[in-house]
């Protein structure tokens, strides 16, 4: 059974430009949560996706942030016009469906964006 | 007041001793509460997670919940220095779907 996938691992990108992160969760999980960490720090929640729906996105920056999870395939982050402060590990984690499992995340390898 | 605080550490311990992580969380209706170990550039790994008050033991691992109190803690026996990492306290909220996370505590057992 395949864990939480998360691709690119590693993502360079000039300032300016688009960064496009994937997770595909784990089999059988619908729920997707995404989080940002900087070096050295704890993890900051983002954004909670089900399915096609967005649950909870208060950890979103209010700008050139978005998320997807879409009916069919990974859930995508998508960061606009990035700047160097962007530059962070952001973890991918998904959980089961259904009692008190749901609550318990599995998390991917992360995807390490550097925005020069 | 942050939503979930840890001692930032490093907490040195000896090999073969007992290590162990404390967490506080302010929100009173909190009712899951998760330890999750990170060790330099890699993914957070789930070690526990604990929904009653008392303790629960997994292994060399035993997390302690007193809701009273607002605090979770995590005792590691036997530590090997491959228990050297970062552990972060995790906290789901009463009210919201969200895990909140601490900072983490850095755990270095030495041999």
């Known amino acids: 059974n395949a864990g939480v996938m998360q691709n690119p691992r590693h993502l360079v990108r000039r300032r300016g430009q688009e960064a496009r992160l994937r997770c595909s969760p784990m089999?059988?999980?619908?729920?997707v949560y995404w989080y940002r960490q900087l070096p050295e720090e704890g993890l900051k929640f983002m954004v909670y996706?089900?399915?096609?729906?967005?649950?909870?996105e208060s950890g979103m920056p209010k700008e050139r942030f978005s998320a997807e999870f879409p009916k069919e395939g990974p859930s995508i982050l998508r960061i606009q016009q990035v700047v160097r402060g962007d530059s962070a590990a952001y973890f991918c984690a998904s959980s089961p469906d259904a009692g008190n499992s749901q609550e318990t995340q599995y998390f991917g390898p992360g995807t390490r964006l550097l925005v020069l | 007041q942050k939503e979930v605080e840890q001692n930032s550490g490093p907490l040195s311990v000896p090999e073969g001793a007992i290590a162990s992580l404390n967490c506080t969380y302010s929100d009173r209706g909190s009712q899951s509460f998760f330890w999750y170990r990170q060790y330099s550039g890699k993914s957070p790994e789930l070690i526990m997670f604990?929904?009653?008050?008392g303790d629960k033991e997994d292994g060399r691992f035993t997390a302690q919940l007193n809701k009273a109190s607002q605090y979770v803690s995590l005792l590691i026996r036997d530590s090997q220095p491959s228990d050297s990492a970062t552990y972060l306290c995790?906290?789901?909220?009463?009210?919201?779907?969200?895990?909140?996370f601490g900072s983490g505590t850095r755990l270095s057992i030495r041999p």
């Open positions: 995790a906290v789901k909220g009463s009210s919201a779907s969200k895990i909140i």
């Open positions: 604990i929904y009653s008050n």
């Open positions: 996706l089900q399915k096609e729906n967005i649950i909870d």
């Open positions: 089999k059988g999980h619908s729920h």
